[in-house]
């Protein structure tokens, strides 16, 4: 990753009906060069913890302008890992950049991927529970 220019500003993430208003939300950031949804190979990961209630509004300041796409959970029971049923479907609160949700399969990173930008620097995302 490159340094961070001084005037980029930085990506404000909003995240709403959150499960719980305490439980740490985990979020992985993917570039275009990186395998969506492979947790191995994120541009990089971060954790926010709400304050108390159940919208969550976080800042990354360590990225440059560009086109990403963003996975993340909230950690219910705090052990850094998704719960998820026998069929393999999240049990914790997850959701993607765009909204987008799944069908029959995971969305792809053209499915959830923006544009970050000195204009277009915010991004609003719902938890599917």
Do not use: H, W
Request: net charge negative; aromatic share 10%.
């Amino acid at each position: 990753m490159k340094t961070r220019d001084a005037k980029v500003k930085p990506l404000t993430i909003t995240i709403t009906n959150l499960g719980s208003p305490t439980a740490p939300v985990l979020l992985g950031l993917y570039g275009t060069d990186n395998e969506f949804l492979n947790e191995r190979d994120t541009l990089n990961n971060y954790k926010f913890v709400p304050k108390g209630a159940d919208t969550l509004t976080a800042q990354i300041t360590d990225l440059e302008y560009g086109r990403y796409a963003i996975a993340l959970f909230q950690d219910i029971d705090n052990d850094g890992k998704i719960a998820k049923n026998f069929l393999g479907i999240p049990k914790d609160p997850y959701a993607f950049s765009n909204n987008a949700r799944p069908t029959f399969k995971a969305p792809s990173f053209d499915d959830c991927c923006f544009d970050y930008t000195e204009l277009d620097n915010s991004i609003e995302i719902t938890m599917i529970r």
